[in-house]
């Protein structure tokens, strides 16, 4: 497993050939209303590493029930085909 820098303040981990961003929910700036473009600029930099390094997808884990559902909503509106094809999940951890 290794680290990918994948902007100045955001980076993923490659696990079992998935590109998992660090936990969201330790970073207010990302789980706020308000911050939808933030959140599809890191979505759409790890999409492009995920296919430059040729793994399996990107997976969001959020703690935060909400947040999760918000991400998954907001996501879909720009990488509906993504999250069709399994390559985009966001998931709630708890």
Same mark, same amino acid.
């Given at each position: 497993?290794?680290?990918?820098?994948?902007?100045?303040?955001?980076?993923?981990?490659?696990?079992?050939?998935?590109?998992?961003?660090?936990?969201?929910?330790?970073?207010? #700036?990302?789980?706020?209303?308000? %911050?939808? =473009? !933030?959140?599809? &600029?890191?979505?759409?930099?790890?999409?492009?590493?995920?296919?430059?390094?040729?793994?399996?997808?990107?997976?969001?884990?959020?703690?935060?029930?909400?947040?999760?559902?918000?991400? #998954?909503?907001?996501?879909?509106? %720009?990488? =509906? !085909?993504?999250? &069709?094809?399994?390559?985009?999940?966001?998931?709630?951890?708890?």
């Amino acid at each position: 497993m290794g680290e990918e820098k994948v902007s100045g303040t955001v980076s993923a981990k490659l696990a079992f050939r998935f590109l998992t961003p660090f936990p969201l929910s330790a970073n207010p #700036r990302y789980v706020t209303l308000g %911050k939808e =473009a !933030d959140i599809l &600029d890191q979505a759409e930099r790890l999409l492009k590493l995920n296919a430059g390094l040729g793994s399996n997808g990107v997976r969001y884990a959020i703690s935060n029930e909400a947040a999760a559902n918000h991400f #998954r909503t907001l996501l879909r509106t %720009k990488f =509906a !085909d993504q999250m &069709d094809a399994g390559i985009l999940k966001v998931f709630h951890v708890p």
